[in-house]
């Protein structure tokens, strides 16, 4: 079954700096995966998708992730951390081959920003 | 403007009562879901239905249950409920156009405590 892997529950940068939330994903067939933030108190949205198309997407608010196939990871990274980038991100899959399959979600990072 | 809303926001109960949380979409999707989050377990899905008249469980669907009726409402019954489902409970739909592709759109949220 497919499955991914956040590392690190919680994630503290400074503001300016680079933001880097790590993603490892399993699965047997080439996937789709996904990126949803989680702002205080609400629900989640998306930040960004790879559907196969590039391997380097970029998302909404200066988020991008690369795909790496031989590395089974899709990193979010972010150049400069704002204040409001702190929220809880999550790093989700879903399967190729299957016509409407659900995601199936990491545990989540939490991403702290200090000024 | 579209949305999917959420209700109550914010319920408590005791141990053994029937509860029935709500969701309500005006996209006219096709596919929606719910899904609990707890701390350090990250998104749970729960149940998950395709379109009308169409329900499947989820990775934890024990004393839980949904019914469709129609495209915009997916309700979420806790049949008796029990303390381990105190939680924080997201409902979600998306298009259904695009198979594994799908953005999901989530709602606000319900907060269930259970007594």
């Known amino acids: 079954a497919q499955s991914v892997t956040q590392l690190g529950s919680h994630v503290s940068v400074s ?3 680079l ?3 790590r993603c490892n994903y399993s699965s047997s067939v080439p996937p789709y995966l996904f990126w949803y933030v989680q702002y205080p108190n609400q629900g989640l949205q998306l930040l960004l998708k790879y ?4 391997t380097l997407v970029k998302g909404i608010n200066g988020f991008e992730a690369e795909f790496k196939k031989s590395e089974t990871s899709f990193h979010l990274t972010k150049p400069s951390a704002h204040m409001s980038d702190a929220a809880e991100y999550f790093c989700a899959v879903s399967l190729l081959v299957s016509g409407n399959t659900p995601l199936v979600f990491g545990k989540g990072t939490r991403l702290s920003v200090i000024a | 403007d579209a949305e999917i809303t959420q209700s109550p926001r914010h319920k408590i109960t005791e141990t053994g009562r029937q509860v029935t949380l709500a969701c309500h979409q005006t996209w006219n999707h096709n596919n929606m879901f719910w ?3 707890d701390l350090g377990h990250g998104l749970r899905l729960i149940h998950y239905s395709y379109g009308v008249q169409d329900t499947n469980k989820g990775e934890v669907s ?4 949904v019914s469709r009726s129609n495209t915009e409402d997916l309700p979420l019954t806790l049949e008796s409920a029990a303390s381990s489902q105190t939680s924080v409970y997201f409902c979600a739909s998306s298009e259904g156009q695009k198979g594994p592709t ?3 759109y989530f709602g606000p ?7």
């Open chain 2, 62 to 65: 024990d004393g839980y249950s």
């Open chain 2, 109 to 115: 949220g319900t907060r269930l405590t259970v007594l």
């Open chain 1, 51 to 54: 559907t196969s198309a590039a």
């Open chain 1, 15 to 17: 503001e300016g700096a």
């Open chain 2, 102 to 104: 799908d953005t999901q």
């Open chain 2, 35 to 37: 899904y609990r989050q």
């Open chain 1, 19 to 21: 933001v880097l939330l």
